[in-house]
């Protein structure tokens, strides 16, 4: 039995949406370990500064910041990527075009109708006699 064509995208519609699941579950995992990794520096950086100020104590804090800012730009970047952004990108594109055309169509509009000349409406003097 042959598959239609209306079941071919279905199916790798379906393929598509199983792959970003499970990158989804990949990144959810990675952000898990990373934040569990980001506690136990800061629990280690805590504890070496209340210990004293030996140069290697000074030498391994460091080496502890350095590792917690990477954690910290791996965190925040997982959060931001260029393909999540990139739909949300072209729609500001779109509709922000969407929107000049529009403006520009009105003030096209308005700045060929003709306005109203003073002279030609009639007034309103209401003298007493």
Do not use: C, H
Request: net charge negative; glycine share 4%; no cysteine.
């Amino acid at each position: 039995m042959a598959a239609s064509s209306d079941e071919l995208p279905f199916e790798q519609t379906l393929e598509k949406v199983e792959r970003s699941l499970l990158d989804l579950k990949e990144r959810y995992a990675q952000v898990q370990r990373d934040e569990q990794q980001l506690e136990t520096l800061q629990e280690r950086k805590a504890t070496l500064q209340s210990q004293g100020k030996s140069a290697k104590l000074k030498a391994e804090l460091r080496e502890i910041e350095q590792q917690l800012e990477e954690l910290e730009l791996n965190l925040e970047s997982r959060l931001f990527s260029w393909s999540g952004l990139k739909e949300v990108f072209w729609q500001a594109v779109r509709f922000g075009g969407l929107g000049i055309a529009i403006g520009w169509s009105l003030a096209f509009i308005t700045l060929k109708t003709p306005t109203p000349n003073n002279s030609t409406t009639p007034s309103n003097n209401l003298s007493s006699p």
